[in-house]
């Protein structure tokens, strides 16, 4: 039996969680007709602090079904913290998570779990067919996304969707190891390169209708912040590059300098031109040499206290079987 956990950070969704709910339980109810080895488990509200009457709604809705689970923060921590919170309490083979204001369709997740299991991917993101916000933020996320996939190495960054479909073990290691300041995306390329796409209908109809989202743009520039300082290590290697590269010139430089005094070259002819030289360029390449093992060293340490594991396990042994389950759409004998 493939089981599967949902779940949904909460910050202003009294609005939408009564629907939303009422969708993944027709999930729920479809899958139990049409599969009887993959279930939708359990879905996980997590209460990020909510500045509605989501607590109220949640309330009720835990009442009224028992595979709503309730996760109560103690104040509103953000997105990744409250996600990783219910990836915490999950139990399922896999993970989904989804927004709560139905920009994500629960129906959706279905296909990202073929998606999973066909490629033995251990994470698929939904990729936005057309515009989510129809707005500047579609174009500036899209933008920082590029610009720091660029600068880290990392291509995986265009990927980074809060709509994900994640192998359980590979999704709750990665929680359990996100910090304060931890991009949870970014967590999860620490124990697994299996990243796949899945193109989906995805809008925003909360900002479209009214210009308003669940996040103001101080709390965008808060994501973009924490996205920045979780990959800060891979951008500490473009230090270590420049080093190198400083390093290099400098001999390059000195040896310029013997050789032109050598030479006789008339720019060089100025007294104490040539010695002052070589002193700043053969100094100037030590420290920086320095710097580079003090830079490797501070990563190293950064890794480490992030949680980087040195190797993670995985099973994928069952995704061939799911994915005959889920391509049949009919009960197994």
């Given at each position: ?8 950070p909460v910050y ?166 996100s910090g304060h ?42 994501h973009a912040r ?108």
């Amino acid at each position: 039996m493939t089981n599967v956990s949902v779940v949904v950070p909460v910050y202003s969704g009294e609005d939408y969680l009564q629907e939303l709910t009422a969708r993944l339980g027709a999930v729920r109810e479809s899958w139990i007709a049409r599969y009887e080895a993959v279930r939708l488990l359990e879905v996980i509200f997590v209460d990020d602090g909510s500045v509605d009457g989501s607590s109220e709604m949640l309330t009720v809705l835990a009442a009224r079904h028992d595979w709503v689970q309730v996760v109560t923060l103690s104040k509103n921590f953000g997105q990744h913290p409250a996600t990783s919170a219910g990836i915490l309490h999950s139990s399922g083979d896999w993970v989904a998570t989804i927004d709560e204001d139905l920009q994500h369709g629960p129906e959706d997740i279905e296909t990202m779990l073929l998606a999973a299991a066909t490629t033995n991917a251990d994470v698929v993101y939904g990729e936005s067919i057309g515009p989510i916000h129809g707005s500047w933020r579609d174009s500036m996320s899209r933008f920082y996304k590029r610009l720091l996939a660029t600068v880290t190495g990392n291509p995986v960054i265009m990927q980074f969707s809060s709509f994900r479909v994640c192998r359980g073990p590979v999704a709750r290691a990665a929680a359990s190891v996100s910090g304060h300041e931890t991009y949870l995306d970014v967590a999860l390329t620490w124990f697994t390169d299996r990243f796949v796409s899945q193109r989906l209908e995805m809008v925003d109809g909360r900002y479209r209708a009214a210009g308003r989202s669940g996040y103001s743009f101080f709390k965008l520039l808060g994501h973009a912040r924490r996205l920045l300082i979780s990959s800060h290590t891979r951008i500490g290697r473009l230090g270590v590059a420049i080093g190198v590269a400083a390093v290099m010139f400098a001999l390059i430089m000195t040896t310029r300098v013997m050789v032109g005094r050598l030479r006789g070259l008339e720019e060089l002819y100025v007294p104490g031109y040539a010695s002052l030289m070589v002193a700043i360029l053969v100094f100037g390449g030590i420290l920086a040499l320095l710097l580079i093992g003090v830079t490797e060293y501070l990563l190293n340490i950064a890794l480490h206290t992030q949680g980087k594991p040195t190797y993670f396990a995985v099973d994928r042994s069952a995704d061939e079987r799911l994915a005959k389950d889920l391509q049949a759409g009919v009960r197994l004998n």
